[in-house]
């Protein structure tokens, strides 16, 4: 490098931004079809830095993941109308869509945690969850976003 040659940051100005400016570092998708849950997980996981999008059911969670992917985590209730979260999950993995997944749920069926873990890249928590635990766990699964 000549003296005459400076080293510039790289411009963050294309880097995507919330509706206030700050930086997004990630996106998330939540879907649960009881509209208070999905309005209290939404608030619980909202932060300057990431981006929330919401589905009401497995269907719309579908068509979330492809118009508006990739996303850094999803965050899914089981037992939805029209399609329950595993097999939104299952297609997504068939289709090589390997986002991590938080399962959230009050069904208590004994073979969730396996199928759960053949998925890969998923956790299970059953509701009713402490905020405390949620936000940890999904700050784990964004490798540290706040």
């Given at each position: 490098?000549t003296?005459?040659?400076?080293?510039?940051e790289p411009?963050?100005?294309?880097?995507?931004?919330?509706?206030?400016?700050?930086?997004?570092?990630?996106?998330?998708a939540?879907?649960?079809?009881d509209?208070?849950?999905?309005?209290?997980?939404?608030?619980?996981?909202?932060?300057?830095t990431?981006?929330?999008?919401?589905?009401?059911d497995g269907?719309e969670?579908v068509?979330?993941?492809?118009?508006?992917?990739?996303?850094?985590?999803?965050?899914?209730d089981?037992?939805m109308?029209?399609?329950?979260?595993?097999?939104?999950?299952?297609?997504?993995?068939?289709?090589?869509?390997?986002?991590?997944?938080?399962?959230?749920?009050?069904?208590s069926?004994?073979?969730?945690?396996?199928?759960?873990?053949?998925?890969?890249?998923?956790?299970?928590?059953?509701?009713?969850i402490?905020?405390?635990?949620?936000?940890?766990?999904?700050?784990?699964?964004?490798?540290?976003?706040?």
């Amino acid at each position: 490098m000549t003296s005459d040659q400076t080293v510039r940051e790289p411009s963050s100005a294309s880097w995507p931004r919330t509706e206030s400016g700050d930086l997004i570092v990630a996106r998330v998708a939540i879907a649960d079809d009881d509209p208070e849950t999905l309005e209290l997980l939404s608030e619980i996981l909202r932060s300057p830095t990431i981006e929330i999008y919401k589905a009401t059911d497995g269907a719309e969670l579908v068509v979330l993941l492809a118009e508006h992917g990739p996303f850094d985590l999803v965050v899914t209730d089981i037992d939805m109308p029209w399609m329950e979260g595993l097999a939104v999950v299952r297609s997504a993995r068939a289709s090589e869509l390997q986002v991590p997944v938080l399962f959230v749920s009050g069904v208590s069926r004994p073979e969730l945690p396996e199928a759960i873990e053949r998925l890969g890249n998923s956790k299970l928590l059953r509701k009713p969850i402490a905020v405390s635990t949620l936000r940890k766990t999904v700050r784990e699964m964004l490798g540290g976003v706040p």
